[in-house]
């Protein structure tokens, strides 16, 4: 007997009844996007950063010396892996990540002391610029986080870790009445 399976989110259940109309600070949930993990080899580094920075609708999230990863919203994942393969398997390799890993994104002007109460980095505007990533801990899950915005971060996580921590991000901006919803 054939079984169906339905693709749901892997947040459907912590969201479901709970969407809002977006206030100033929101937390997006993001569907369908696609998140590369690229490793550049040894000597190849530099080129692989200036092509990675060349690629059309495609977003580079430093995550280390010659790594990082890639997030498209529009860019399908066959696009992306045909573009990276045309780098050359002797200068980089690279894995489809958009199944394992949930993009979140969250808004608003008091964003940084929402993030300050889950995370040890200092997000001061002239420290952590517009378009600048990192890997860390946020409420003691690594993920990769990106400034995108003038109040607005972008936080990619492993998607075994995406429920705790929409959890743990909800709970952290109750204060400011943070909302939350699908992208």
Excluded at 27 to 37: C, D, E, N, T
Excluded at 125 to 152: K, M, P, W, Y
Excluded at 171 to 178: D, Q, S
């Amino acid at each position: 007997m054939p079984v169906t399976y339905a693709a749901r989110h892997v947040l459907e259940d912590h969201i479901s009844g709970f969407e809002a109309t977006p206030n100033p600070h929101h937390l997006a949930i993001l569907r369908a996007v696609s998140v590369f993990s690229v490793l550049a080899h040894p000597g190849h580094e530099a080129d692989i950063d200036e092509a990675l920075t060349n690629l059309e609708d495609v977003h580079v999230r430093v995550c280390g010396p010659g790594e990082w990863l890639l997030l498209s919203e529009t860019v399908a994942t066959d696009t992306i892996a045909r573009q990276l393969a045309d780098l050359g398997a002797t200068c980089a390799s690279f894995v489809d990540q958009s199944d394992g890993r949930v993009v979140l994104r969250i808004q608003g002007p008091k964003v940084r002391a929402i993030l300050a109460k889950c995370t040890a980095l200092d997000l001061y505007a002239d420290l952590f610029e517009i378009g600048q990533s990192t890997n860390c801990q946020i409420c003691h899950v690594a993920a990769n986080l990106a400034r995108t915005g003038q109040d607005t971060f972008e936080i990619i996580v492993m998607r075994s870790f995406a429920g705790f921590l929409f959890d743990e991000i909800r709970e952290m901006g109750r204060e400011f009445a943070l909302t939350a919803g699908f992208a």
